[in-house]
């Protein structure tokens, strides 16, 4: 028999960190089983317990390492800083195959947050590509939600562009946009990704143009009933 979205396992890598919290709390409310990633299984383990209290001990939550977790889960999610990005995907690699990986990192390099700089691969998203190869879908996704909304039940006032290497893993991963309470758009191939991520930098300048810290992105002209 087929899986139904609502069994699958997720995993988020640096999900001690601020938006893999955030995610992981939106997914384990929508009733997914998440196991939090971290170099350290015993920061992994206060976070997944610390959800588990805001959520009033409804869900499935786990707290293990990095690798634990994307052997055990059928989708992976990494949101660790960019600068950890390489080394957080090499040391999980070998046990990806055949999994959807969602690469939530921006090649966001201080102090210049606010001026888009793409690695040579053309972006993180395809740098993830090139470091896991064949046998695993990648997407890029959430690059433009800031964290501050998600670990509220509050409406996001912001759309998930998903870019991915098929069709199919799109749909997956728009799947999870929607469980997180979002909506999400199916953005095209993953090269498109090089535009999402720049994005966030404009998003950062005008955040400081304009004295905000979440300004956002909406579609327009375009519906998911079409
Ligand atoms: N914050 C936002 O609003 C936002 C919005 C959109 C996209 N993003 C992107 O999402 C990613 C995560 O952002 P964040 O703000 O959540 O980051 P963060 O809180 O600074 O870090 C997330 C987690 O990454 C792990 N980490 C940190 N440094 C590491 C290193 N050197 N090596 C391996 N793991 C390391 C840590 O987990 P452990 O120490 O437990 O291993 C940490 O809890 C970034 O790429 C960011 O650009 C962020």
Redesign the pocket.
């Known amino acids: 028999m087929e899986k139904g979205p609502l069994l699958l396992t997720i995993a988020v890598l ?1 999900g ?5 919290k955030g995610l992981a709390y939106r997914w384990a409310k929508a009733g997914y089983k998440v196991l939090i990633g ?3 299984s015993e ?2 383990v206060t976070t997944a317990s610390e959800i588990m209290e805001l959520l009033e001990g409804s869900s499935s939550l786990v707290g293990t390492s ?1 690798l634990e977790a994307a052997q055990l889960a059928e989708i992976v999610v990494v ?7 390489r ?2 995907l090499e040391s999980v690699k070998d046990v990806l195959k055949g999994k959807l990986l969602i690469e ?3 090649p ?1 390099l201080p102090p210049k947050m606010t001026k888009v700089q793409m690695p040579a691969a053309g972006s993180a998203a395809q740098e993830a590509k090139e470091i896991v190869g064949e046998g695993v879908e990648v997407c890029a996704a ?7 909304l998600l670990l509220t039940d509050e409406d996001v006032e912001c759309d998930v562009l998903v870019t991915g290497t098929s069709k199919d893993a799109r749909t997956e991963a728009l799947r999870l946009v929607e469980a997180a309470g979002l909506t999400g758009w199916d953005a095209g191939p993953i090269e498109n990704s090089v535009v999402v991520e720049g994005l ?1 930098s404009v998003l950062i300048h005008i955040n400081k143009q304009y004295g905000t810290t979440h300004a956002g992105i909406r579609i327009t002209g375009a519906s998911h009933n079409s």
Request: overall charge neutral; cysteine-free.
């Open positions: 640096g001690t960190g601020k938006e893999g971290s170099r350290s920061r992994a990095n949101t660790v800083p960019y600068s950890a990005h080394e957080t939530g990192a921006l966001l959430f690059q433009n939600t800031s964290y501050e966030t």
